[in-house]
């Protein structure tokens, strides 16, 4: 039997999994990692605790079944799309305004962290053509306005002293193998990369023009060294293998072989692709163009995949080749899910009330919730648990918005609050929150079906995934079935052993997604007109609470 391993490196973790050749996960574990969060929009995280965490999960995982390093045939990594900063000797380089850059710790800026909306805007200002593959606007939460943003705030001599600016995927595999080797998600999705044939007028994958109009003229005159993917065989395909394996040194850091096979590495959220899209497929041939993955968790991620290029605006993508050599993929997304849940338990006066009540009776506290739900459902003597909220509504975009609108300006509300500070009024916010979310995905889904998708399936994964009233809530806004993988909070890490297992053997991605990964449970919309009809009016709220906020902002602004 053959064992992969895989590696994610999420917002708040690093997990391992390592699953055998039916792809049943054999070792599990889990390690926090550090944020530092000095002001409301800077998240910053350190490579050199990332990567202490991702070697402390690998050892736990492997004691799992008290596996041995040579068991390990072949290694994945995924992570968040956040952007890493080096020197030219590969050591970390800080990225830390707040200690005029001389703290190194922190060298990673999150996903999260918006500190270049400035920079964004201005690049979305020249409209240049380039951006119509992020949906026709370029996130702050991508690399280049951070990079920007660097080349733009940080001393001269520092600037210059950076020898490699990569999207943190890319970085594992670099501190795996030692190998500079991109990837083509991290390039395309994150980094304004062109791969060839996509614009035939760009040999190089950069567009000269682009980075010139933006204020990067630098990167072009240094051949985009520091960006990486300069050489046609820099850029791998998810899940080829990167250099000459595992390093001795990363070897002995993981307790694994010298020269293991690494997969080249993906986003996140694309991992929850790969561990979901080919579990759901009812054929082995070929990827199906109905389905969108969505991996939730703190953020959420909704991944589409087509033969041809489909643009959407506000939608990133189409990008071609970075998941399945050929096919081409969108990506929706929401920038605050589980984080929103949270605040809204968090920011409550009956939280620690109800955390109290969940412990009591052995429940954790999204479970007590959904139970106290039903119970008030029944004391008010309604039909649906869904109508509690009847007056109650959220809009939540609470940390921007990243599709289908694209504005990271935008901010949450609420409508309906009452003096209400019992534990009864916290479960109705946490209902509302959850329908705010679902029915932003519902907002999502129209804007790619309208364009030229067909999508009817989602394929779910990530934590919120245990919730059984937030499933159900995806399937009835959307009136889209919902399909689970059979590993549900796993999917995302076991996607990256996938990487790992293609790193190994002649099969390609798609095949090895299917052999891999199995579906598990499915929700179907509820076939009853009264939710539908109650979803559609919550849908047209959700939809007039974004006609007010920019109505009052005209207001304000003139």
């Not at 193998?177 to 040999?203: D, W």
């Not at 080829?240 to 590495?265: C, F, I, K, M, Y």
């Not at 979310?437 to 995934?465: F, K, P, V, W």
Request: proline content about 4%; charged content about 20%.
């Amino acid at each position: 039997m053959s064992y992969y391993l895989g590696i994610d490196v999420g917002t708040g973790s690093a997990r391992a999994a390592v699953i055998n050749d039916n792809g049943e996960i054999k070792g599990y574990a889990v390690v926090p990692i550090t944020t530092h969060h000095p002001m409301h929009n800077i998240y910053e995280q350190s490579t050199q605790n990332i990567w202490n965490s991702i070697c402390q999960a690998v050892h736990d995982a492997m004691a799992t079944n008290d596996l041995k390093g040579q068991n390990i045939k072949g290694i994945g990594f995924d992570a968040t799309c956040s952007l890493v900063v080096l020197d030219k000797q590969g050591y970390p380089q800080s990225v830390d305004e707040a200690s005029e850059f001389t703290d190194n710790t922190w060298n990673v800026i999150l996903w999260a962290d918006h500190r270049a909306i400035e920079q964004a805007k201005r690049i979305n200002d020249t409209r240049h053509a380039v951006l119509q593959y992020v949906g026709n606007t370029i996130s702050p939460e991508m690399e280049i306005p951070k990079t920007l943003w660097l080349k733009e705030n940080l001393p001269e001599e520092k600037w210059n002293a950076i020898g490699h600016l990569m999207d943190l995927p890319d970085f594992l595999t670099f501190r795996a193998t030692g190998s500079v080797a991109r990837s083509t998600c991290s390039l395309i999705c994150k980094c304004s990369y062109l791969p060839r044939g996509v614009e035939t007028n760009l040999p190089e994958g950069w567009d000269r023009d682009y980075f010139e109009a933006i204020g990067l003229e630098c990167l072009v005159e240094e051949q985009w060294k520091r960006l990486g993917g300069n050489e046609q065989d820099e850029v791998l395909h998810a899940g080829d293998r990167v250099g000459n394996g595992l390093t001795e040194q990363a070897a002995l850091d993981l307790g694994l072989l010298p020269g293991t096979p690494v997969g080249s590495a993906v986003i996140d959220a694309y991992a929850g692709a790969v561990a979901t899209l080919g579990a759901s497929s009812s054929s082995s041939s070929s990827p199906l163009s109905n389905r969108l993955a969505i991996i939730c968790g703190t953020s959420s991620c909704h991944i589409a995949m087509a033969r041809q290029p489909i643009f959407v605006p506000g939608v990133w993508g189409p990008y071609h080749s970075v998941l399945l050599p050929d096919m081409w993929c969108a990506e929706g997304g929401q920038s605050s899910t589980g984080q929103l849940i949270d605040y809204t338990l968090n920011t409550h006066p009956a939280i620690q009330q109800a955390k109290e009540k969940a412990t009591e009776k052995g429940l954790n506290i999204y479970t007590f919730l959904n139970e106290h739900l039903a119970q008030l459902q029944q004391q008010r003597g309604l039909d649906y648990l869904d109508q509690l909220t009847q007056q109650l509504h959220v809009y939540p975009d609470f940390h921007g918005n990243r599709s289908p609108l694209a504005d990271p300006t935008l901010r949450g509300s609420l409508v309906g609050v009452t003096l209400d500070q019992s534990v009864d009024d916290l479960a109705l916010r946490y209902l509302a929150t959850l329908q705010a979310i679902a029915c932003q995905t519902r907002h999502i889904l129209e804007s790619m079906n309208q364009r030229g998708y067909r999508i009817d399936t989602l394929c779910l994964s990530g934590g919120l995934c245990k919730n059984k009233v937030f499933l159900q809530l995806h399937a009835d806004v959307t009136g889209c079935q919902v399909v689970l993988p059979e590993s549900i909070e796993a999917a995302v890490v076991i996607g990256a052993a996938i990487l790992g297992a293609k790193a190994t053997g002649n099969d390609d991605l798609w095949q090895t997604m299917c052999r891999l990964t199995r579906a598990g449970d499915v929700i179907l919309p509820r076939q009853d007109k009264n939710i539908q009809q109650l979803y559609d009016r919550r849908y047209r709220v959700f939809g007039e609470l974004l006609k007010d906020q920019k109505k009052y902002r005209e207001i304000m602004d003139a």
